[in-house]
């Protein structure tokens, strides 16, 4: 009985919003060329695999890693299908040269299931919560961000 608990609780997180957040940095001699990588090849090339929504990039004022990569996918489980895996395990000559060129990169693959607001904005704040919050904490910070006048959207 306890397995079937497991995997039905598991089959609801996979159903989820899913979303890969990649903060990287990039030595400054091939940072023109990792942004045209984005732009020309890679941002393409993973918004067209199926169940992916929507990608965006965002570059740090301060911080130690200047770069933040945000990929949604309609459900979680999407990053286990057979099209992420063969375009993860594919990657082009462009790609695996830029790979080797990215420094201090770090990769999280999460559900999210909240999120609000009316739209999205040209800049960002990211904050990194324990996994486990008190449900009177995470309730008063969802509340927070519901009521905050200039958010235009958040995603936890």
């Not at 990039?26 to 941002?43: G, I, Q, S």
């Not at 309609?74 to 990215?102: C, G, I, M």
Request: proline share 5%; with cysteine.
């Amino acid at each position: 009985m306890g397995n079937t608990t497991c995997e039905a609780s598991q089959m609801q997180i996979n159903s989820l919003p899913g979303e890969l957040v990649i903060w990287t940095n990039v030595e400054r001699e091939h940072e023109a060329d990792m942004n045209r990588w984005y732009e020309a090849e890679h941002l393409r090339e993973r918004i067209l695999i199926p169940g992916f929504l929507w990608a965006r990039r965002y570059r740090s004022r301060e911080g130690p890693r200047r770069y933040l990569a945000l990929y949604r996918t309609d459900a979680l489980d999407v990053f286990s299908s057979p099209a992420y895996r063969l375009a993860f395990n594919n990657q082009t000559e462009w790609s695996q040269k830029v790979f080797t060129r990215l420094r201090d990169t770090l990769r999280r693959v999460c559900t999210v299931p909240h999120a609000g607001g009316v739209g999205t904005g040209q800049s960002g704040v990211l904050v990194e919560l324990p996994l486990e919050l008190p449900r009177d904490v995470k309730g008063q910070l969802l509340a927070d961000l519901r009521m905050l006048p200039d958010v235009a959207g958040f995603h936890w």
